[in-house]
């Protein structure tokens, strides 16, 4: 799946970017003809006016799209409105417009080209309206960025799309939306909660790292893989509940670790079921789980002997079960040392409680 969409994301750039050069201008607007006939804005020499309105056609001819660059680090630009004609946002149009605060979106965009608001410092809110797939480090850097409002037909979100918007505080999430690619809301440290649609598929790696504030997240139906890293030293994430449609969850997801270090922990507790993603996940790094179907608090995963702690007398107990020098424990022990959930007490979980005890996973 996500290699599908990374080349999907690929094609569609390269296709909505597509023109052919014969230039000419218009009240300030550079443009060029399109092989469909329609006009691609290229370029923007006024260089006073603070709003700026995209016309819809030019001699009677639709404009379809903001080319690649067409309006980066052009300073004196505070407001842009975008016509119902235009499809497409071109890779770096509004790139380093450091002073545009307000875009409004046609609603035909269909797609946001690669960096194509980054560092927008100035930018305070966005409504995607019906685009369909924001592509990478689009909003990257947008630091005044509060409010992102994706409207039913956003699909893909791009790797780093919305990176280090450290005042975005309010997603309004898309139904439609199918894939969060890496790091697609890294560093955005005002995110307090999040609700996800029920046909996402896929959260990529480290796509919510550093979010500290970031204390609710709530999943929905679909059958959803989570990447490693996804939410990574998300400190305020100290409770979850993961249902069962959650089928993949990688290394470190919900880790937590210190600056300039490489080691990791977990401060978060889960509510899972016994058979989940979620639970072999708890088992394998040493987190609380209270299992939905039995209302039972796992805890202390590791602990052999039933002692109350995790040691390496436990890691020595499971040793001497994988070469059969001791019977398997009761099942209530069982199910707190199979940490690998593959049924069997071996030599791995040997070594994970031994990570345990080292308090590195």
């Given amino acids: 799946m996500k290699r599908f969409f ?13 023109s052919v050069a014969c230039a000419a201008n218009y009240n300030g607007f550079n443009y060029t003809k399109n092989d469909d006939g329609t006009y691609t ?5 006024d260089f006073y006016t603070d709003l700026v309105t995209i016309p819809e056609k030019i001699n009677g001819i639709n404009v379809t799209a903001i080319g690649n660059g067409a309006f980066q680090q052009k300073n004196n630009i505070e407001i842009v409105r975008i016509p119902k004609t235009v499809t497409t946002i071109g890779s770096m149009a509004f790139y380093g417009c450091k002073n545009l605060s307000s875009v409004v979106i046609g609603d035909n965009v ?8 980054n ?3 100035s930018l305070t809110g966005i409504n995607l309206k019906n685009v369909q797939m924001v592509g990478e480090y689009a909003f990257y850097g947008c630091t005044a960025l509060k409010e992102l409002f994706c409207g039913n037909a956003l699909k893909v979100i791009g790797q780093r799309a919305f990176h ?15 894939y969060i690619s890496d790091y697609a809301f890294s560093g955005c440290t005002a995110i307090a909660s999040i609700k996800f649609p029920d046909v996402l598929g896929y959260i990529g790696n ?17 059958e959803l893989e989570i990447a490693s890293y996804a939410f990574e030293s998300c400190t ?3 409770a979850i509940t993961i249902p069962d449609n959650v089928t993949t969850i990688g290394r470190y997801a919900f880790a937590v670790r210190e600056a300039n270090s490489t080691e990791f922990s977990h401060i978060i507790t889960f509510t899972c079921s016994m058979d989940s993603a979620a639970m072999a996940y ?11 179907d039995t209302n039972q608090t796992l805890s202390n995963f590791g602990d052999m002997n039933s002692d109350g702690r995790v040691t390496t007398e436990d890691a020595n107990l499971a040793l001497r079960v994988a070469a059969c020098l001791d019977y398997a424990p009761e099942e209530d022990v069982f199910i707190l040392c199979d940490l690998n959930s593959n049924g069997t007490i071996d030599t791995d979980d040997a070594r994970r409680i031994l990570m345990i005890v080292a308090g590195i996973v």
């Fill in 164 to 178: 280090s918007c450290t005042q975005l505080d309010y997603i309004k999430m898309s139904d439609t939306l199918l």
């Fill in 282 to 292: 708890a088992r394998a790094n040493g987190i609380p789980a209270t299992i939905t």
């Fill in 236 to 238: 305020a994430l100290t």
């Fill in 119 to 121: 560092s927008c410092t």
């Fill in 110 to 117: 269909q797609s946001i080209g690669a960096k194509a608001f």
């Fill in 41 to 45: 804005i290229t370029g923007y020499t």
């Fill in 206 to 222: 480290s796509a919510f790292k550093g979010c500290t504030a970031l204390a609710s997240v709530t999943f929905g139906t679909g």
């Fill in 6 to 18: 990374s080349v999907l994301l690929a094609v569609i750039m390269v296709v909505a970017t597509a």
